[in-house]
């Protein structure tokens, strides 16, 4: 599972900042769970719906149109969002004007029936395929009608669409490359919920980065399930991941390029070397991992070995050695046995990763794993082994963090710190968070910090002038 899957709850109750827009004349509420393609989507759709006269609120108490984009990756994702329908629902029927809630994302395939019909929570469910319908079906929970459009398409990316960006710190945006998956992880309920991988044109690519640098943002994050198996085939060619970073990286010079996620069986030395080249692609990589046993990434149909990622991470290491590498890993999925924890203890020691997501493992209706395995590791096992893996990438990213120590560091700034807004908060290339006091900077700035100190989670220093 990758990293855009699992970052939970990256864009809960933020708010949209929309362009003046002086024909507003609703306002909008919208809230994301899970990945960072969810986030991005959310920019897509608040996009479409300024078109419409939407502007939008951080109080869904005031706004015409409550909207929830939801994540089928996790159990709790799912408890969440119910709950939270839940309390919509309670605004709605208080409010003295017309509301409509409506449900986005993974969750609208499976759950359509008892939001809509069952629980009866909200008006509209459109799928993440389906948001050029928003305005229709919009149109068509305003008469009364509860509407539904969960298609999934083998065409779309909404390549045309300039996204509203949510102005979390005005500094690092997210841009999708491509959406949906053709890997069957037997895990992974992404395939069903997002459909089939199709890529984007790398020019329409290129001028979103190029917008996005226009309008202050000094980082842009590629997003994709697997940007590995980036291919979009024209009249002039084939482009791939690896001449599309190019393609940016030479454009954009002073914008700083992050991609995520990456996938072990299909990253090539051409992308590492075009990382290689340019300072401004940033010299991080994540590669989920998920296991080091051979046994569970087969049942998980990763489609590769420990010895393949361990080449993998060997190629990292030879064309970009100061390249940061992070993973995911999960623990007790079906079959796991002792040995086998044992094995991705082992390969975890091996690479040091800089920093893992890591979670137990918890079925998800729809899966291959679902239907072919039985999810046999008592919870109280992948609770052990879970604890034990998290202990150990403490350490990991504790020494990582220090071997920065007595170095100097190029920052990009992204705002204050959350302890004290005395001190700035940015992140090197290798993404290691950097906290440091406040001079004559701005948000934005990029700039040398000499490295004193570390803790488990972060760099501390001083700006060198
Ligand atoms: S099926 Fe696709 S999205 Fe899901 S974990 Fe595998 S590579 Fe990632």
């Known amino acids: 599972m990758n990293s855009n899957e699992l970052l939970p709850e990256a864009l809960q109750g933020s708010s949209l900042k929309l362009k003046d827009n002086p024909s507003a004349t609703k306002t909008l509420f919208i809230e994301s769970y899970g990945c960072q393609m969810n986030f991005s989507d959310s920019e ?39 709950q939270r329908l839940q309390d919509y629902k309670k605004i709605k029927s208080k409010s003295d004007k017309p509301v409509l809630i409506g449900v986005l994302g993974c969750m609208a395939e499976r759950l359509k029936k008892q939001f809509l019909e069952e629980e009866r929570l909200v008006d509209v469910v459109v799928g993440p395929d389906a948001y050029r319908d928003l305005p229709r079906l919009l149109h068509e929970a305003e008469s009364g009608r509860q509407s539904i459009n969960v298609l999934l398409s083998k065409e779309e990316t909404y390549a045309d669409i300039a996204p509203l960006r949510l102005d979390q710190n005005g500094v690092s945006g997210f841009v999708s490359i491509m959406r949906g998956c053709d890997n069957m992880c037997s895990f992974c309920v992404v395939p069903f919920t997002r459909g089939r ?62 991609f995520s996620t990456s996938h072990p069986k299909d990253m090539t ?15 991080y990589i994540h590669l989920p991992v998920q296991s080091g046993s051979d046994s569970v990434l087969e049942r ?64 998800r209706p729809k899966t291959l794993a679902e239907r072919k395995y039985t999810d046999d590791v008592p919870e109280t096992e ?37 302890k004290s807004n005395a001190f700035w908060m940015g992140r090197n290339s290798q993404n290691a968070v950097v906290i440091f006091p406040k001079l004559d900077e701005k948000k934005g700035d990029r700039v040398n910090v000499s490295i004193t100190s570390s803790t488990y989670t972060a760099l501390l220093g001083n700006r060198i002038l």
């Open 382 to 418: 992948k609770h052990i082994r879970l604890q034990e893996v998290i202990a150990l990438q403490r350490e990991h990213s504790k020494n990582a963090l220090q071997k920065y120590v007595g170095t100097n560091q190029w920052v990009l700034i992204e705002g204050d710190s959350k």
């Open 44 to 82: 897509i759709v608040a996009s479409i719906l300024q078109n419409e006269g939407y502007t939008t609120t951080t109080q869904a108490g005031s706004a015409d149109l409550i909207l929830v984009n939801t994540c089928a990756i996790r159990d709790n994702a799912e408890i969440r969002v119910r």
């Open 269 to 283: 030395d051409d992308v590492l070397q075009v990382m290689a080249l340019y300072p401004n692609i940033c010299k």
């Open 197 to 258: 991988e199709r890529s984007r044109d790398p020019q329409s690519i290129l001028q979103e980065c190029e917008d996005a640098y226009n309008q202050g943002y000094r980082e842009i994050t590629l997003l994709g399930q697997n940007v590995d198996s980036y291919k979009f085939s024209s009249n002039t060619g084939i482009a791939l991941f690896s001449d599309l970073l190019k393609l940016i990286a030479e454009h954009l010079p002073n914008l700083w390029i992050r």
């Open 300 to 363: 998980m149909n990763r489609g590769y070995t420990s010895a393949w990622y361990l080449n993998r991470i060997k190629a990292i290491r030879h064309f970009i050695p100061d390249c940061a590498i992070s993973t995911d890993i999960i623990t007790g999925f079906c079959g796991e046995n002792p040995s086998d924890h044992q094995e991705t203890l082992q390969l975890m020691k091996t690479v040091n990763f800089d920093f893992a997501y890591m979670f137990m493992y918890s079925e």
